[in-house]
């Protein structure tokens, strides 16, 4: 906890001062999204303030779960005009910038709403709102959102609890990746505290596979590319497989995480045509460099481990832009495990 900044006193007076509270977060929407919505959704509504949730898109399966804490809504046209009539205030969670909310980013200027942002991307260069409580050291958005509740000293109730901790395994998978850090591990025990069952929430994040899905990462994997001396890892997925198993560019999510395990990796590339002509590129590092700066000098975004990027093209046009940026990058990492000098 880095203790109440100009930003977080702030984003406690932004909430004195509104009572409907509308809370949205990026297309796509992931753990920390979702579970940031739902904890931020619970703790307004304790404080006797109306709260809607809306998205650009549907909640993901392995997600469902949330919402039995709190209802959210799927764009469409008529409720978000409806949605944005009835807030006074719009929270914008885990979103690097505007165009991430999809479909709801056009209503911001025409129903002149005051908006809050809470995010921790470190390509988040500028907050788009009145107020933004921004931290690229907090491992997840969830996180951030724990601490302003602790500040502001509302109790946390086990659902509360259920849906940070959710938003902390997603952003850290599962406490294993180079952002995990002692106050994550921290705001784990204090969540613990409160009641909830890892083990179980574990369970619901992740056992929402279906066949067709782990068929589908068996074909890419199979054909899995290993570069640049063993330290880049590349996987390829094409439109017609996703059309075969049924699937959407949602769905890769996790298959560029299990190269991760191969030793002496740095860098994970996947390029998922999800579509002909429409690539998404999703990039991780094991710890070592940076890679986040590849992905936003093209448009995208993410943390200097997790980024990704939505190219126009073929896999081909997308590799031509991406690989000779990794190639550079590991060509100027030292050897792995000689204890180098510097
Ligand atoms: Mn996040």
Redesign the pocket.
């Known amino acids: 906890m880095t203790g109440a900044t100009p930003e977080r006193r702030a984003f406690h007076e932004f909430l004195a001062r509104h009572r409907r509270f509308l809370l949205t977060t990026h297309i796509n929407p992931?753990g920390?999204?979702l579970g940031s919505e739902v904890a931020l959704a619970l703790w307004l509504r304790a404080s006797g303030r109306e709260v809607a949730v809306l998205n650009d898109s549907p909640v993901p399966a392995a997600f469902e779960f949330l919402t039995a804490l709190q209802a959210i809504q799927q764009f469409e046209p008529a409720l978000a005009e409806q949605r944005f009539e009835q807030a006074d205030a719009l929270i914008v969670l885990?979103t690097s910038n505007r165009q991430r909310v999809g479909r709801l980013s056009p209503l911001f200027d025409r129903h002149v709403i005051p908006i809050a942002v809470v995010d921790?991307?470190v390509s988040h260069a500028t907050g788009f709102g009145q107020v933004n409580v921004i931290e690229p050291e907090a491992s997840?958005?969830g996180e951030i959102v724990y601490d302003l509740i602790r500040e502001a000293g509302t109790p946390i109730t086990r659902e509360i609890a259920e849906a940070l901790y959710v938003?902390l395994i997603?952003?850290t998978g599962s406490f294993r990746f180079s952002n995990t850090d002692s106050h994550a591990h921290r705001m784990a025990a204090d969540l613990l505290g409160h009641g909830l069952d890892p083990q179980r929430l574990h369970i619901q994040v992740s056992a929402h596979a279906s066949a067709g899905r782990l068929r589908f990462f068996g074909e890419v994997l199979t054909r899995l590319e290993i570069l640049e001396e063993g330290r880049l890892a590349v996987l390829e997925a094409a439109p017609e497989q996703f059309e075969r198993h049924g699937l959407v560019g949602a769905d890769t999510d996790g298959l560029v995480d299990m190269p991760r395990s191969i030793a002496g990796l740095e860098v994970v590339a996947l390029f998922s045509e999800v579509e002909p002509g429409k690539v998404k590129v999703s990039l991780r590092s094991t710890g070592r460099v940076a890679i986040d700066q590849v992905c936003t000098r093209l448009g995208g975004g993410g943390h200097p481990h997790a980024a990704g990027v939505m190219l126009r093209g073929t896999r081909a046009d997308a590799r031509a832009r991406i690989l000779p940026e990794l190639h550079k990058i590991l060509a100027a990492l030292e050897p792995a495990g000689r204890g180098s000098a510097a």
């Open positions: 992931d920390d999204g885990d921790h991307h997840a958005t938003a997603t952003d």
